[in-house]
């Protein structure tokens, strides 16, 4: 490639609405242009980025036996009213009338399609498994797009469906897909882990996201630096703190704590351990029976310096359902005000529940349920009741690892990559199922597989990035090497050994791009520095009267001087590398 | 590719709304898979196709020197209406709100976008020529999607187009254009026509069509065997038939004709040449003037046999916004009643505008403004006005070539792409300027080229099909060759010897697959044929013995006994030709 015959066009300044680091790149370097509210052009430069992504992807996707297809963008509404997600999905699904008033979705994601698809196709056993993808453009109406390509509304997903005859067989296509998964980051030659990741409301029997490590990231993954094990912090399990119980060295007393309604400022006022006082949090649980609701307390304990999982507690037995209690509710239930509840001579009907942690604890701090008063040196089984016990705190960093090898640390991470054990959840609203060995109708296992081809982009930008521009890892740059010549259009010795290397380059396979625009050396170095393109070489008068080029490479330093005859030779280990 | 690991479904029958041949065949091939009216899946097979189409198509773009970007699906409002094509489109565009009412379309094209991106970026003519492409889905809400692929709703186009800082400049970009899709449809192994035509509502300054012949096309396509001449039935002109008019032998004469309305009927009647009888056609015209609405009265003349070429007549000086006239209206005007109107007697203000035939007819008959009367013998000057002349008529078989080379032919084709020149009309209504060589603001010359990737397939079978089915050319085949094991989980000496071919055509780049799925010979071909695989190669047991593998082209009757040693060859020699 030429420059003078490509489309380069770099900013000084980002714009004032690019918050993070991967959009304000993206907008300098020239790769997308925004059109609307988180809807983007990409331009030829993003798009070539984008390009080698896709066919990463797709190269690792058959090479794990998955079938490219390709789904409408545009959905009949029908086929979401089956499952259900026509109604469920809320605001996020772009909807959409034809000339006859018909509805359409225009696809966020492609579950219904493809079992839709699939119902019609597979009779027999025989036929599975199945694994069919395709790297399609997606819709999501997100409440606030930002953050560029990272949480835009328009963006391109690879989304890939197994069906299996049976829980096992689903399972050994979610393992190659974990694996080609693997594979694809690997290559991207992006740092990422994959972490073991709640299931959410879809069910199923488990799940993986993979997420690009970046200081930046939105989301706290979870690992243990000693052994394998990775979560998501709503999925990482707190195991208590204490292996057991200590005997109680206290009596149990009330004192005045008025207008000290947080455990921060309890043990500030009683100049006690943040991690002796015990935070009370109330649900309130409604449930219909025959026609009448009524409510259910539900009291939560945490440790005072710990965070609430919701995602956890939603777990809990009969928990699904729980809201935050009003004060109102509270008031009533417990006869005082926020901020002063407590285990202590609580009664039925309310349910307590303690985390682990807080099970484990001797001589701790709480709420007397009476205003302006808390409760020291309490302790479970002589004071209050023996709780139900659950997890439902986050980890924090030094917790032990729920694999007991070692202990977590946290870091930051971008989503890319989700792998789902789905199960039969949309086999069975779709009435998708095959003919057994039996004979015997039997719905789809399925899983699913999405990769966030667009959003590779921002997170690849958030993890390799300095004060100059974009660092691509090569096997993503727009560009592999740039060759830069001093004085193309001036000197006809830089012109005849630029020309000579390039059609050599081309030759060897290398992705290679002359800077044939005649711009100063500043502007043309801190152009390419700022689009990222790993390797770059210098041609100029000076090196080649000594018979050398110049080569950097993007994180380097310092240029290295390299003769002309072997810089073929030299580019291509550098990209082996 | 193995079968086996690839998705193959062929059906015995076409659904019933498959109305051509296409479309059955790429249903029964599975191909593709009806979601929703006008909407497709494309399958594995049908996807390979489109893939290849599209890979073609992109080494031609950037071989011209145009620059791949990628614009939204999803495109606001504000830019369509700012080239009044929000309300001009009508039902075609599809359109959508957002969560916040905001209004976007679902694009069918993109000239808005693209205006949009290159006024933020073109500052300077230095920074001309560009021309920019995209391969993206589009969305036409057509009012009656048929025909599978050929007018669907969603369907994938690459439309590219150029910026120019003068007409010169842009008729260059317009040729490299032209001899681009040239150089694609050659590619493709398709019999075309790049045809002359009309400008339509658009403007600018011209514009070809380039056509897939086929006996079953939508368009009829005119052209001069004997010279380059070919324009669509729109834009082909009609000369006069009679190089000047003949002196007249007749005296008028007013013949009763009762309830004989139609030219047919008045040449039985009168028991003459069709040819010597005239049409008469009323037209109104509507102008508001001051407020006050005016109608004007035009009368067309066309020989009897001829047919009225709307498009011409909207050329007409005068007639851009014309329409049919009511009954009432040519009482009014004429009289008399339909079928019963002629040039003769007629008062101004009927303006009168023959055929150029017509204009060189002598004795002719027409309607004598009188009902159940017409006219013989009838001359121009003489018994009528001279009128005025205009080219009114599609062309027939035979008509003469515009360009004196010859006479015309007639045949059937399928509009598969389409380069136009556009001028400024999109510049002007966007504000699209750069500064040229004087610093001064100019609106850019913008050229618009398309080529409609999906219906490309359904025109490559249109042309290319037989009773067996499909027929593609190697180019875009879904698999350049197929292998065909007889026995292949039975016999060690098949599945060894293809295994080893397989592996041997695959490091000779030819993309090929083996079919291991087991089936019996007449089913395994059947399929094949069905799907349209361009080059066949059987391995048998009895065949190898002798050494020999049986290969058999699509088009081929017969097999040809090849031996085994020579089979790469042989196929790499196929597929060379």
């Known amino acids: 490639m030429r420059a003078s015959r490509f489309f380069i066009s770099t900013l000084k300044d980002a714009p004032s609405d690019a918050e993070i680091v991967s959009h304000q790149l ?18 030829p430069t993003g798009l070539r980025v984008i390009r080698k992504v896709e066919a990463i992807i797709r190269e690792e996707m058959n090479k794990a036996g998955a079938i490219e297809l390709l789904m409408p963008l545009v ?105 080609a998964y693997t594979a694809i980051f690997t290559r991207f030659g992006l740092k990422f882990r994959a972490v073991a990741a709640d299931n959410g409301a879809i069910g199923g029997t488990g799940s993986h996201e993979f997420h690009v490590i970046a200081s930046t990231g939105e989301d706290a993954i979870v690992y243990c ?45 009683l100049k006690i351990d943040l991690k002796q006082t015990v935070k009370s949090i109330a649900l309130t649980v409604e449930r219909e029976l025959e026609g009448k609701v009524t409510k259910e307390n539900w009291l939560l304990l945490l440790r005072g310096d710990h965070e609430l999982n919701e995602i956890k ?3 809990v037995p009969g928990l699904s359902n729980h809201r935050f209690a009003t004060e109102d509710e509270i008031r009533e239930a417990y006869g005082t005000v926020p901020g002063y509840l407590g285990p202590v001579g609580t009664q039925q009907p309310v349910r307590v529940v303690a985390d682990r942690t807080v099970a484990n604890m001797t001589d701790f701090v709480c709420g007397a349920n009476e205003e302006g008063y808390h409760l020291t040196g309490a302790n479970w089984g002589r004071d209050a009741l023996e709780p139900e016990v659950a997890d439902l705190r986050n980890v924090v960093e030094g917790d032990a690892s729920p694999d007991g090898k070692g202990v977590l640390a946290i870091e930051r991470g971008i989503e890319v990559g989700h792998v789902f ?87 060897a396979g290398v992705d290679v791009i002359i800077d044939d625009r005649g711009l100063r050396p500043g502007a043309m170095f801190a152009d390419w520095e700022l689009i990222g393109v790993p390797h770059r070489v210098v041609i100029g008068e000076r090196g080649l009267k000594e018979g050398n080029l110049e080569y950097q490479g993007r994180r380097d330093t310092e240029a290295t001087a390299v003769p002309a005859s072997g810089m073929v030779d030299f580019i291509k280990g550098k990209l082996a590398q």
């Open 26 to 43: 993206m907008m300098r370097a020239g790769m997308i242009k925004r059109l609307g509210s988180g809807i983007y052009t990409y331009m």
């Open 75 to 179: 959905q009949p509404a029908e086929l979401w009213q089956e499952t259900g997600r026509w109604e469920k999905m809320g605001p996020e699904l772009m909807r959409v009338k034809d000339r006859h008033g018909r509805e359409f979705a225009i696809q966020p994601t492609s579950e219904e399609v493809i079992t839709d698809v699939v119902r019609g196709e597979i009779k027999s056993y025989r036929q599975l498994p199945l694994n069919f993808y395709h790297i399609q453009t997606k819709f999501r109406d997100e409440r606030r797009p930002r953050f560029g390509l990272m949480r835009g509304r328009e963006f391109t997903m690879k989304d890939a469906y197994s069906f299996d005859r049976d829980l096992a067989g689903m399972q050994a296509s979610y393992k190659i897909m974990y694996d």
């Open 225 to 269: 630096p000693t052994s394998d094990y990775a979560a998501n912090m709503e999925a990482a399990e707190a195991l208590p703190l204490a292996a057991e119980r200590a005997a109680p060295k206290q009596d149990m007393a009330k004192v005045a704590t008025p207008n000290t309604t947080k455990c921060e400022t309890v043990a500030e006022l």
């Open 313 to 315: 507690v939603g777990k």
């Open 421 to 507: 054990q789905l199960g039969t959840a949309y086999s069975e609203a779709m009435k998708a199922t095959f003919l057994d060995e039996n004979g015997k109708p039997a719905p789809l296992q399925m899983g699913c597989y999405g990769i966030g081809v667009t959003r590779i982009l921002g997170a690849a930008i958030e993890q390799n990035f300095d004060d100059k521009g974009i660092i691509w890892p090569t096997s993503i740059a727009p560009f592999e090497l740039v060759l830069c010549p001093m004085g193309y259009d001036r000197s006809e010795m830089v012109k005849e050994e630029t020309d000579k290397l390039y059609a050599s380059l081309q030759e």
